[in-house]
C-alpha cells in the first residue's frame, strides 16, 4: 500500500510571514497597539465566566449586532469567519463552480489566488497599471470576456494602500455578471463614506469583507466579516462550519465594537501616525532617486526600491521586520517610538550606501 500527496499540496510549505524574533514588527499589517490594563480587567471577567464546556454560539448572534450597530447596518446582512482567511477560501470553494473562474487584481492579497489553487479554480490576473491604480473600465471589460464567476480584490488595496473610489466600485459591481468580493480590511483608514458597506442590499452579486485584525487590534482572535443582501448571507452561513468562531473571540470582539469612541479614538491615532510614516518617507525619498513612496489610504506605506532586499536585510540586523515584496516593500505604521525607530534605520541605511 501506499499514498502520495496530489500535486496541488505535494511542495506547498506552511505559511510563516516571517521567522525570528524582532523589537519592532512592522511587517504584518498589525496594529501595533494592545488593550489597556482596564480592558484586560474584562477579559478575565469573560474567561472566568466562559462556559468552556458548551459550543460557541454558531450564529455569533451578540458579536454581529455590535459589530453592525458600530457600522450602522442590520445584523442580518452579516456572517462571521475565523478571521476574513477563512471567508475569503469559503468563499472561492462555495461560491465557486467546479472550473469557473477567478480574477484577481495584480499586485493584490496573495491568499486570493493560493485558496483558488487549493479549489483548483482557475485563476486569472489582472495587472494594474504602471502608478499601481486599477483601470475600472478595463477590468469590467475583462471580467466580462473572460467569462468569471468570482472577482475579488481589497479595497484600499494590501499592498499598494491605494483605493478605487465608490462610484467606481458601483460601477463595477452593476456592469459585471459575476459575483464581487470587495475586501475592506483597511477601510476603517480610508473612512466609511468610501465603503459599500452600507449598500450590500442593492446589490444582489455584492459581498464587502471587513476585519477585526487591522483598526480593532484584534489579530488574535481571528475575526472576519462577511457583509451581502439576506439571500447571499444564509448562503454564506450554510456552507460555513458550524462552530467557527470560538466563544472567547465572539465575547470579546462584541464588546470591542460595543465601545464606539474607543475604536474611533484608535482609528484616528493610526490614521495620524500612518501620516507621519509616510511624510518622513517622502523626507527621505528625496536623498535618492531611487525611492519612490506611494501614497496610501491604509495603516501601512508601500514603496519602490530597488535596493529593497539589502533594505530589509540591514532593519532585521537592527531587530526591525518589515515586508520585503520583490522591488518593494511595505512598512506598517507603528507607534511614534517605532515609526522614529524605522525612519533612523532607513535613513542611516540610505545615507551610507
Ligand atoms: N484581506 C486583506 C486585504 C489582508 O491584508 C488581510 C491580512 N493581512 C486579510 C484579508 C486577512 O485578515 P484576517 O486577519 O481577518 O484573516
Known sequence: MSYTLNDKIKNLIPYEPISGEYSIRLDANECTLNYDSEFMKTVDDVIHNLDFNRYPDPLCIELRKSFADFYGINYKNVTVGNGSDELIFLIESAFMKKGEKLLVTNPDFSMYEFYSSITENPCVKFNKNEDLNIDVDKLISTV????????????????????????????????????????????????????????????????????????????????????????????????????????????????????????????????????????????????????????????????????????????????????????????????DEEINAVINAVEKFISER
Open 144 to 335: 466580462n470576456s473572460e467569462n468569471i464567476g468570482v472577482l475579488i480584490f481589497s479595497n484600499p488595496c494590501n499592498p499598494t494602500g491605494h483605493g478605487i473610489t465608490k462610484a467606481e466600485a458601483e460601477k463595477l459591481i452593476k456592469s459585471v455578471n459575476c459575483l464581487v468580493v470587495l475586501d475592506e480590511a483597511y477601510m476603517d483608514f480610508w473612512g466609511e463614506e468610501n465603503s459599500l458597506i452600507k449598500d450590500v442590499n442593492n446589490y444582489d452579486n455584492l459581498i464587502v469583507f471587513r476585519t477585526a485584525s487591522k483598526a480593532l487590534g484584534s489579530a488574535a482572535l481571528r475575526l472576519g466579516f462577511a457583509v451581502a443582501n439576506e439571500t447571499v448571507t444564509r448562503a454564506i452561513s450554510a456552507v460555513k462550519s458550524p462552530y467557527n468562531v470560538n466563544s472567547f473571540s465572539q465575547a470579546i470582539g462584541s464588546k470591542l465594537y460595543k465601545n464606539k469612541e474607543f475604536l474611533n479614538n484608535r482609528i484616528k491615532t493610526i490614521v495620524e501616525n500612518t501620516k507621519k510614516l509616510y511624510n518622513e518617507l517622502v523626507r527621505l525619498s528625496k536623498l535618492t532617486d531611487d525611492f519612490y513612496v506611494y501614497k496610501t489610504k491604509t495603516n501601512f506605506v508601500f514603496v519602490k526600491t530597488s535596493f529593497s532586499k539589502e533594505l530589509w536585510e540591514f532593519l532585521k540586523s537592527k531587530s526591525i521586520a518589515i515586508r520585503c515584496m520583490g522591488d518593494y516593500v511595505r512598512i506598517t505604521s507603528g507607534t
